[in-house]
């Protein structure tokens, strides 16, 4: 049994050899060979970036990973450049085997765009505010007015205070809401005025629909629904100016 066991042992003590000197290999070679360049995957709804973008932006504020030595490619510092972009939500940054850079990101979908003045932003669904991109425009509720949101240009982040991140989270399940029904596609705009009071404009009939704050979506828009249906038909085309839901178990038409 023992000198049975001999060859068994010089096998395993060859074969770590072997895997030692084949690891010492292959880091020498990453320590010497040069990168290859990077791929680049990009995925999300929207095309704020592509492949181009993406690669322009890490050479321009990084540098060109091709014909840097494979071991000196910083991968981490890569990944966390990638993140700070606006319109990106995450990336994953790897090198593999063939010396290649790899880069992997998902963007940011927004929900609703908040327009203050001249300066423009998206909101996704997590409450985070971006600046709009210059290479696309999302189609989402636009709302403009008076923004109870402190937003200085280029600024990416959640809202400040509190109450601006109440005011954001009320106004992303109204437009839920209206995703949920036949909502999104019929009103064109929304503003606010003063006192966080919305106005919904249509893009059919010359109605302005008072809506009243962001909250209790679900039944305002109920309610709305049953002016559409009941109220409406039983009146010639623009008849009604304004509709007013915004109090419980009333619908104010106002010619």
């Given at each position: 049994?023992?000198?049975?066991?001999?060859p068994l042992a010089l096998?395993?003590?060859?074969?770590?050899?072997?895997?030692v000197a084949g690891i010492a290999m292959e880091r020498r070679d990453f320590e010497t060979q040069d990168c290859r360049g990077m791929e680049i995957e990009v995925n999300g709804e929207y095309a704020f970036v592509d492949r181009h973008d993406v690669g322009d932006f890490v050479m321009s504020r990084y540098a060109d990973p091709a014909g840097m030595k494979a071991?000196?490619?910083?991968?981490?510092?890569i990944e966390n450049l990638l993140d700070s972009h606006s319109a990106v939500l995450k990336s994953e940054v790897w090198m593999e085997s063939d010396n290649?850079?790899?880069?992997?990101?998902?963007?940011?979908?927004?929900?609703?765009?908040?327009?203050?003045?001249?300066?423009?932003f998206y909101v996704d669904s997590t409450g985070c505010i971006f600046p709009l991109q210059k290479n696309f425009s999302a189609r989402v509720p636009v709302l403009d007015g008076e923004i109870p949101v402190k937003i200085e240009a280029g600024y990416k982040g959640l809202a400040e205070t509190p109450e601006e991140r109440e005011w954001?989270?009320?106004?992303?399940?109204?437009?839920?809401?209206?995703?949920?029904g036949v909502w999104m596609e019929n009103i064109s705009q929304i503003r606010?005025?003063?006192?966080?009071?919305?106005?919904?404009?249509?893009?059919?009939g010359n109605e302005k629909i008072h809506f009243g704050g962001a909250d209790d979506a679900a039944r305002k828009f109920a309610s709305l629904g049953k002016y559409y249906t009941h109220i409406k038909?039983?009146?010639e085309p623009g008849y009604y100016k304004s509709v007013d839901v915004s109090n419980k178990g009333k619908i104010i038409c106002r010619k």
């Open positions: 049994m023992k000198a049975s066991n001999i096998l395993c003590g060859i074969l770590a050899v072997l895997i071991c000196e490619v910083d991968l981490w510092q290649t850079v790899h880069v992997s990101l998902v963007q940011r979908t927004p929900v609703i765009r908040l327009q203050k003045g001249n300066e423009g954001i989270a009320l106004v992303l399940e109204m437009v839920k809401v209206m995703k949920d606010v005025d003063g006192k966080r009071n919305l106005t919904l404009i249509p893009r059919t038909p039983s009146k």
